[in-house]
Antibody, heavy 124, light 109 residues
Framework: QVQLQQWGAGLLKTSETLSLTCAVY????????WSWIRQPPGKGLEWIGE???????NYNPSLKSRVTTSVDTPKNQISLKLSSVTAADTAVYYCARVGVAYYHGSGSYYMDVWGRGTTVTVSS | EIVMTQSPATLSVSPGERATLSCRASQSVSSNLAWYQQKPGQAPRLLIYGASTRATGIPVKFIGSGSGTEFTLTISSLQSEDFAVYYC???????????FGQGTKLEIK
């Protein structure tokens, strides 16, 4: 049973850097991409970016200039850094495993295991 | 950029009845669509991937259908634990990008 445990600073001031870590327990780490998703209070889900065990990354273009993800394969951990935060970055941040299924030769990607979320509040 | 639009924003259904939720893509996404359920204070839970394949442990009452631009999540025999917010999600191959719909809140009528 794969479990994701995440942690990081929950209260930041404007212009600081958000830093979160997600550890993977109980399953394969190397065969997957691992995503970060956030959800502002009362709003929907926004994908931030993803990384695989080799360090290959993809980012949401709207956040790309401020996002850095990293991987520590021996520890089965991924990390997220978001720089120059503002109140608009206040949200619950989730890490998730990316699964894939192939249909008609094309991949269909989805998040099949989620962490419990970390609430991050940015104040001035 | 592909936009995912869910309707309705809120759906009121009585327990025991059936709910039908819709998700529309601004252009064809083939079968590259997933559905999630989210309850207050919890992380989303994967229900359906590949438009119609139930995830591990998901009851048969959850049925995903559609392809191209029109998708439906049907939930039969609604019970109290089914009332939640539901999101659809698409993955775009290039540039790599995951897009969620804005969600449908399924509430008790």
């Amino acid at each position: 049973q794969v479990q994701l445990q995440q942690w990081g600073a929950g209260l930041l001031k404007t212009s600081e850097t958000l830093s979160l870590t997600c550890a993977v327990y109980g399953g394969s780490f190397s065969n997957y991409y691992w995503s970060w998703i956030r959800q502002p209070p009362g709003k929907g889900l926004e994908w931030i970016g993803e990384i695989n065990s080799s360090g290959r990354t993809n980012y949401n273009p709207s956040l790309k200039s401020r996002v850095t993800t990293s991987v520590d394969t021996p520890k089965n951990q991924i990390s997220l850094k978001l720089s120059s935060v503002t109140a608009a970055d206040t949200a619950v941040y989730y890490c998730a495993r990316v699964g894939v299924a192939y249909y008609h030769g094309s991949g269909s990607y989805y998040m099949d295991v989620w962490g419990r979320g970390t609430t991050v509040t940015v104040s001035s | 950029e592909i936009v995912m639009t869910q309707s309705p924003a809120t759906l009121s259904v009585s327990p025991g009845e059936r709910a039908t939720l819709s998700c529309r893509a601004s252009q064809s996404v083939s079968s590259n669509l997933a559905w999630y359920q989210q309850k207050p204070g919890q992380a989303p839970r994967l229900l359906i991937y590949g438009a119609s394949t139930r995830a591990t442990g998901i009851p048969v009452k959850f049925i995903g259908s559609g392809s191209g631009t029109e998708f439906t999540l049907t939930i039969s025999s609604l019970q109290s634990e089914d009332f939640a917010v539901y999101y659809c999600q698409h993955y775009n191959n290039w540039p790599p990008m995951y897009t969620f719909g804005q969600g449908t809140k399924l509430e008790i009528k």
